[in-house]
């Protein structure tokens, strides 16, 4: 059983930084592309970041130079360091592997950028 926990959201002033966490269990963590969306209200579910096994990052162009994306694969844990926040960043924030041809998202955590 995939589970995926994340963890780390809250409130923020803009200028400011959160370091989100996402703990997995029940997949080869050290194989698995690990990524990073968010949704904010009334809006669709976007992608923020990539990490693949190797260790490769891709990043969404509104958070590319501000966001980075790690993980631990001792930890089964893969992080989202989020720096120079925005409003606009305001979003619950997920995490997100496929495994076995299933794609798998924990329950969110929200963060929200006050100006």
């Known amino acids: 059983q995939v589970q995926l926990v994340e963890s780390g959201g809250g409130l923020v002033q803009a200028g400011g930084s959160l370091r989100l966490s996402c703990a997995a269990s029940g997949v080869i963590f050290s194989i698995n592309t690990m990524g990073w969306y968010r949704q904010a209200p009334g809006k669709q579910r976007e992608w923020v970041a990539r990490?693949?096994?190797?260790?490769?990052?891709n990043y969404a162009s509104t958070v590319k130079g501000r966001f980075t994306v790690s993980r631990d694969n001792a930890k089964n844990t893969v992080y989202l360091q989020m720096n120079s926040l925005k409003p606009e960043d305001t979003a619950a924030y997920y995490c997100?592997?496929?495994?076995?041809?299933?794609?798998?998202w924990g329950q969110g955590t929200q963060v929200t950028v006050s100006s």
């Open positions: 997100n592997t496929m495994n076995v041809g299933l794609n798998y």
């Open positions: 990490i693949t096994g190797s260790g490769t990052t």
